[in-house]
Nanobody
Framework: QVQLVESGGGLVQAGGSLRLSCTAS????????MAWYRQAPGNQRELVGS???????NYADSVKGRFTISGDNGKNTVILQMNSLKSEDTAVYYC???????????????WGQGTQVTVSP
């Protein structure tokens, strides 16, 4: 069993910054990738940014240049640094991880419980 624990959400004014953190714990052999998704009311869940074990990153076009995702494989942690926040960034942000378990030849996908980010105009 794996748990993803998120922290760092909250209320911020437009132009401000927030830092989200997600740590995976439990029966983990290897984390192949971690990512942050978000879902605003009435919208589908969308990828914000991802970080692979090899160090490659990927971002949604809407956050490029403003958000930075980084990972610490040793701590099973992924960080999302969000700068120059806009009201349209308001959403519930979810941590996602693709994890290998010992003796299992394929990865499992896990989700965090979500953390609210609200950007006021």
């Amino acid at each position: 069993q794996v748990q993803l624990v998120e922290s760092g959400g909250g209320l911020v004014q437009a132009g401000g910054s927030l830092r989200l953190s997600c740590t995976a714990s439990g029966s983990i052999f290897r984390i192949n990738a971690m990512a942050w998704y978000r879902q605003a009311p009435g919208n589908q869940r969308e990828l914000v940014g991802s970080f692979s074990r090899g160090g490659s990153t990927n971002y949604a076009d809407s956050v490029k240049g403003r958000f930075t995702i980084s990972g610490d494989n040793g701590k099973n942690t992924v960080i999302l640094q969000m700068n120059s926040l806009k009201s349209e960034d308001t959403a519930v942000y979810y941590c996602n991880a693709h994890i290998m378990h010992i003796g299992v030849p394929y990865e499992h996908e896990y989700w965090g419980q979500g953390t609210q980010v609200t950007v006021s105009p």
